[in-house]
């Protein structure tokens, strides 16, 4: 077999083949022999099929088969002699078959990038230096005892700092309901009917909160709010919206004691400090796993920054489409219309050309590190993670594992599994330091909680919940 391959660019080639006519001859007569043995044909017994009455029954199958199996034998001995990762092969093109027996043609080859690794054993991580104190508790149990607040009505006085106001409220710009005005939807900022809002700083927005204080019950107030930087849709960014706010109702909350009793109601079978430790774990388990987000997040932004090299086009343009696809269906589900996603579609695009192709970067990189580690998935891994996901699905091990066979998606988790390993394998040899500044992921959470003011009283619950002490709660259920 004569192999010929083309560069076209770092990601395409041209393979052109040629067969000899003794091999093409050899591997016809054993696709005719397999044919003959299964071939149930009247008149003859099975296997006794004389090789003319094969051909010519099932010539054009015994063709395409010869030429599949050609394709997927020059395809691997490309790869070998050549050195050449081939992603994708185009149908053969240009197939001759010439007087002398001999088989020619050509495929156009999508191929992994070719790129020297970096130095991936050094990467220096930076993390915070951060520990959970009893500041962190202490706040925790104040949110934990909200969940058993009382809350009273307020009739002979204005609001103040504090306090909840029940409001309603509607914002505009340039004298248009804000949504209108930039042709999307904008969330909490929009609109809000019987709106608890707990009076401190950066509720909902910076200065909203002091534009209402002395404000009286039924009273109606007008004022503007400049949007922060961070807020997701760019076109408000540093914007200043005009609200128009109504005082429904104004309450305090009461805060019950922390005593055994409640403790126990909280945390049944456990007393102060029982609870104390068990907020102590949980709010230390979410930031070791904030931690560790936080280490693979640098880990690969820095990793994909130390070298650079040309992607796939094709490779991109799907990967794009599919980033695309997801986040419209996000939208959809978060309440966008589809009026809404269609003027934002060059905006979507753009963040999924770009997510597509940090995607497909660190893919690139990960899979030629685990090979140069030699890093693999034994078959009990494997095993043992179909089996995590059959049991989450509730579905049995056997027709689960049948099923993604079926469907072609165990290479799929294979690949998967193979990556995260190599991720593990990177964090185990990274150099990692500590810092004083704070975790992204921490500003983020409390930005969050400064935009939505009281989340569980946002959606009509009276009662504040706590993540921490939902997540033991879960575990003990």
């Given at each position: 077999m004569?192999?010929?391959?083309?560069?076209?660019?770092?990601?395409?080639?041209?393979l052109?083949?040629?067969?000899?006519?003794?091999?093409?001859?050899?591997?016809?007569?054993?696709?005719?022999?397999?044919?003959?043995?299964?071939?149930?044909?009247?008149?003859?017994?099975p296997?006794?099929?004389?090789r003319?009455v094969?051909?010519?029954?099932?010539?054009?199958?015994?063709?395409?088969?010869?030429?599949?199996?050609?394709?997927?034998?020059?395809?691997?001995?490309?790869?070998?002699?050549?050195?050449?990762?081939?992603?994708?092969?185009?149908?053969?093109?240009?197939?001759?078959?010439?007087?002398d027996?001999?088989l020619?043609?050509?495929?156009?080859?999508?191929?992994?990038?070719?790129?020297e690794?970096?130095?991936?054993?050094?990467?220096?991580?930076?993390?915070?230096?951060r520990?959970?104190?009893?500041?962190?508790?202490?706040?925790?149990?104040?949110?934990v005892?909200s969940?058993?607040?009382?809350?009273?009505?307020?009739?002979?006085?204005?609001?103040?700092?504090?306090?909840?106001?029940?409001?309603?409220?509607?914002?505009?710009?340039?004298?248009?309901?804000?949504?209108e005005?930039?042709?999307?939807?904008?969330?909490?900022?929009?609109?809000?009917?019987?709106?608890?809002l707990?009076?401190?700083?950066?509720?909902?927005?910076?200065?909203?909160?002091?534009?209402?204080?002395?404000?009286?019950?039924?009273e109606?107030?007008?004022?503007?709010?400049?949007?922060?930087?961070?807020?997701?849709?760019?076109?408000?960014?540093?914007v200043?919206?005009?609200?128009?706010?109504?005082?429904?109702?104004?309450?305090?909350?009461?805060?019950?004691?922390?005593?055994?009793?409640?403790?126990?109601?909280i945390?049944?079978?456990?007393?102060?400090?029982?609870?104390?430790?068990?907020?102590?774990?949980?709010?230390?388990?979410q930031?070791?796993?904030?931690?560790?987000?936080?280490?693979?997040?640098?880990?690969?932004?820095?990793?994909?920054?130390?070298?650079?090299?040309?992607?796939p086009?094709?490779?991109?343009?799907?990967?794009?489409?599919?980033q695309a696809?997801?986040?419209?269906?996000?939208?959809?589900?978060?309440g966008?219309?589809?009026?809404?996603?269609?003027?934002?579609?060059?905006?979507?695009?753009?963040?999924?050309?770009?997510?597509?192709?940090?995607?497909?970067?660190?893919?690139?990189?990960?899979?030629?590190?685990?090979?140069?580690?030699?890093?693999?998935?034994?078959?009990?891994?494997?095993?043992?993670?179909?089996?995590?996901?059959?049991?989450?699905?509730?579905k049995?091990?056997?027709?689960?594992?049948?099923?993604?066979?079926?469907?072609?998606?165990?290479?799929?988790?294979?690949?998967?599994m193979?990556?995260?390993?190599?991720?593990?394998?990177?964090?185990?040899?990274?150099?990692?330091?500590e810092?004083?500044?704070?975790?992204?992921?921490?500003?983020?959470?409390?930005t969050s909680?400064?935009?939505?003011?009281?989340?569980?009283?946002?959606?009509?619950?009276?009662?504040?919940?706590?993540?921490?002490t939902?997540?033991?709660?879960?575990?003990?259920?």
């Amino acid at each position: 077999m004569k192999i010929t391959v083309e560069r076209q660019s770092d990601c395409a080639a041209r393979l052109t083949v040629e067969i000899p006519p003794a091999h093409l001859k050899e591997e016809r007569l054993k696709i005719i022999r397999s044919f003959g043995n299964q071939a149930r044909i009247r008149g003859f017994r099975p296997g006794k099929v004389p090789r003319t009455v094969i051909e010519k029954r099932y010539g054009e199958q015994i063709t395409s088969e010869l030429e599949q199996r050609m394709m997927q034998e020059a395809l691997s001995d490309t790869a070998e002699k050549e050195n050449l990762r081939v992603i994708d092969a185009k149908t053969p093109e240009d197939t001759v078959y010439h007087p002398d027996g001999a088989l020619t043609f050509s495929s156009m080859l999508t191929v992994a990038p070719e790129f020297e690794l970096p130095d991936y054993k050094t990467i220096q991580l930076e993390i915070p230096d951060r520990a959970i104190g009893e500041e962190d508790i202490e706040n925790e149990i104040q949110n934990v005892k909200s969940r058993y607040a009382d809350y009273t009505d307020v009739t002979d006085r204005p609001l103040q700092a504090g306090d909840f106001a029940i409001i309603d409220y509607r914002s505009e710009l340039d004298g248009k309901p804000t949504e209108e005005a930039v042709g999307q939807s904008v969330g909490y900022l929009g609109t809000g009917e019987d709106y608890w809002l707990k009076m401190e700083d950066d509720s909902i927005l910076p200065g909203f909160s002091q534009a209402l204080e002395g404000a009286a019950l039924a009273e109606e107030r007008n004022f503007s709010c400049v949007v922060p930087e961070e807020f997701p849709v760019e076109e408000l960014r540093q914007v200043e919206l005009d609200f128009h706010v109504t005082v429904k109702g104004i309450k305090i909350q009461k805060l019950p004691e922390l005593t055994d009793e409640l403790a126990a109601e909280i945390l049944p079978g456990s007393d102060i400090n029982g609870l104390r430790e068990m907020i102590r774990g949980n709010l230390e388990h979410q930031l070791n796993q904030q931690i560790e987000e936080f280490k693979v997040s640098q880990l690969l932004e820095k990793l994909t920054s130390m070298v650079q090299f040309e992607l796939p086009p094709e490779l991109v343009s799907a990967e794009t489409q599919g980033q695309a696809d997801e986040m419209v269906e996000r939208g959809l589900g978060s309440g966008m219309s589809e009026d809404e996603i269609e003027g934002r579609q060059d905006e979507i695009f753009a963040a999924a050309s770009q997510r597509a192709q940090t995607n497909l970067k660190t893919d690139f990189l990960l899979q030629r590190i685990a090979e140069e580690e030699n890093i693999q998935i034994t078959q009990e891994e494997l095993a043992n993670r179909v089996a995590a996901m059959a049991n989450q699905a509730k579905k049995p091990i056997k027709s689960f594992a049948s099923e993604l066979q079926k469907n072609g998606q165990l290479r799929g988790i294979q690949h998967s599994m193979i990556l995260s390993k190599t991720i593990d394998f990177l964090l185990e040899h990274a150099k990692v330091s500590e810092t004083s500044e704070q975790l992204e992921n921490d500003a983020a959470e409390e930005t969050s909680q400064a935009d939505s003011g009281d989340p569980a009283v946002e959606s009509g619950d009276d009662t504040p919940t706590s993540d921490a002490t939902e997540e033991s709660e879960n575990n003990d259920e």
